[in-house]
């Protein structure tokens, strides 16, 4: 069974520009989860999209903003970009919408704004 | 707001047992998860716990007491293999995580 999948895995931008990130759950899941995770912090929520609507989203501007497609695949959009939005972006996805137990990250997508 | 407390950093040596505490302050509290994370790469899921008490799964063990908002990660017979970081997570609702700063566990040979 494939697991999460991220792309790209590094992306390098300009301050002011607009990053693409994308993120396929693995198989039957229909939540994701993306967080932020900068140097030497813990991982910050970001969004989760469940059946293909925004359920919620972190404490970020509204310049991060994202969508879920019918195969439940995920896409981020981070718009604006400022050099602190360099980080790794992890993508998660669990079976059931609230489940806790356990997610399934993906390998990220380091970005650097420069 | 919530806020995670963990240490930063810990040595031990190869087949020593390490443990790491994890405090938590956060508005709801369903459960706390421990994550394994390797140089950067993909979190991946440890342990969790809903009530108080300890599970053990393997060399590793979590432990919970929810009236102290406190829990712990034991890690035995430690391995190299075992140096990567390590988060506590706190399940605030049934959809959200909220993750500590991490430890990162260095061992020696």
């Known amino acids: 069974e494939a697991g999460v999948t991220q792309s790209p895995t590094h992306l390098i931008k300009t301050r002011g520009q607009q990053a693409t990130l994308r993120c396929s759950p693995i198989?039957?899941?229909?939540?994701v989860y993306w967080y932020q995770q900068a140097l030497g912090l813990g991982l910050q929520f970001l969004l989760w999209?469940?059946?293909?609507?925004?359920?919620n989203r972190g404490n970020f501007p509204p310049r991060f903003s994202g969508r879920q497609f019918p195969n439940y695949s995920s896409e981020l959009n981070v718009n604006a970009l400022e050099l602190e939005d360099s980080a790794l972006y992890l993508c998660?996805?669990?079976?059931?919408?609230?489940?806790?137990?356990?997610?399934?990250f993906g390998s990220g997508t380091r970005l650097t704004v420069v | 707001g919530q806020s995670l407390e963990q240490p930063s950093e810990v040595t031990a040596v190869e087949g020593a047992i390490v443990q790491i505490n994890c405090t938590y302050q956060?508005?709801?509290?369903?459960?706390l998860s421990w994550y394994q994370q390797h140089d950067g790469g993909a979190p991946t899921f440890l342990s969790y716990?809903?009530?108080?008490g300890l599970e053990e799964t393997g060399r590793f063990s979590s432990f919970l007491s929810r009236s102290d908002s406190y829990g712990y990660l034991l890690l035995q017979e430690l391995q190299m293999k075992d140096s990567a970081s390590y988060f506590c997570?706190?399940?605030?609702?049934?959809?959200?995580?909220?993750f500590g700063a991490g430890t990162t566990v260095t061992v020696r040979a």
């Open positions: 997570a706190v399940s605030e609702s049934d959809y959200k995580l909220s």
């Open positions: 999209y469940d059946e293909g609507e925004e359920r």
């Open positions: 998660a996805s669990s079976l059931e919408p609230g489940t806790n137990y356990g997610y399934t």
């Open positions: 956060t508005s709801g509290f369903y459960g």
């Open positions: 198989s039957g899941h229909t939540s």
């Open positions: 716990n809903a009530l108080d």
